[in-house]
């Protein structure tokens, strides 16, 4: 279903099996984890996924594990699941980047909804890591230029704007192709709204 991996951590057996079994119903392979020391221990940052973790644990919570990846920056869809929601948890969740927050026992459909929003999410993210390594390669000037070029301006209207003649903008256009391995104008308009974190 997802050419992305799943976590699960959850200090209850029973959860866990019980969740990994639904899930594989689905065609979604679930990693699970008892602890999360454990999974902090043999996380591979090189293996990025999707996590599902339990609110409460002993020793370390979800929300401090959830804390703990972000200082490593690690920055993973985190789908929260709980059997003592409260709105203040909940509230809590949601500010610390939580993409979603489920109560037990957890609706098979409601967590594949979940999931694929979470991967959804996770495609948003590459995209925009993608889009800012290809942009980092262009001059500001090459940048500028791009960015008239994605709203649409001709090589004129961007020289006018820029004071500099139409020949040096053409000059930069093509500079920008070679860099980004493009002409085309549509791509530069889904670069540039994927670095500002609209696509």
């Given at each position: 279903?997802?050419?992305?991996r799943?976590?699960?951590?959850?200090?209850?057996?029973?959860?866990?099996?019980?969740?990994?079994?639904?899930?594989?119903?689905?065609?979604?392979?679930?990693?699970?984890?008892?602890?999360?020391?454990?999974?902090?221990?043999?996380?591979?940052?090189?293996?990025?996924?999707?996590?599902?973790?339990?609110?409460?644990?002993?020793?370390?919570?979800?929300?401090?594990?959830?804390?703990?990846?972000?200082?490593?920056?690690?920055?993973?869809?985190?789908?929260?699941?709980?059997?003592?929601?409260?709105?203040?948890?909940?509230?809590?969740?949601?500010?610390?980047?939580?993409?979603?927050?489920?109560?037990k026992?957890?609706?098979?459909?409601?967590?594949?909804?979940?999931?694929?929003?979470?991967?959804?999410?996770?495609?948003?993210?590459?995209?925009?890591?993608?889009?800012?390594?290809?942009?980092?390669?262009?001059?500001?000037?090459?940048?500028?230029?791009?960015?008239?070029?994605?709203?649409?301006?001709?090589?004129?209207?961007?020289?006018?704007?820029?004071?500099?003649?139409?020949?040096?903008?053409?000059?930069?256009?093509?500079?920008?192709?070679?860099?980004?391995?493009?002409?085309?104008?549509?791509?530069?308009?889904?670069?540039?709204?994927?670095d500002?974190?609209?696509?």
């Open positions: 279903m997802s050419k992305y799943v976590y699960l951590i959850d200090d209850d057996e029973a959860v866990r099996t019980a969740i990994a079994f639904l899930l594989g119903t689905y065609g979604i392979n679930v990693e699970t984890f008892g602890d999360p020391q454990t999974f902090l221990t043999h996380i591979d940052e090189e293996k990025p996924g999707c996590l599902i973790v339990d609110l409460r644990m002993p020793l370390v919570s979800g929300l401090q594990m959830h804390a703990k990846l972000a200082e490593r920056g690690i920055d993973w869809p985190t789908i929260m699941i709980t059997g003592h929601g409260d709105v203040a948890a909940c509230r809590r969740a949601f500010k610390a980047g939580i993409q979603d927050f489920l109560t026992p957890v609706d098979g459909e409601v967590l594949v909804e979940a999931l694929q929003q979470a991967f959804a999410s996770f495609d948003a993210r590459l995209e925009k890591r993608e889009a800012r390594l290809q942009l980092a390669r262009l001059t500001e000037r090459e940048r500028e230029v791009l960015d008239m070029v994605a709203l649409g301006w001709a090589s004129k209207e961007i020289a006018a704007a820029l004071n500099i003649s139409a020949r040096t903008i053409d000059a930069h256009r093509a500079k920008i192709a070679e860099k980004l391995g493009t002409s085309s104008v549509a791509e530069f308009v889904r670069l540039t709204l994927a500002k974190g609209s696509a």
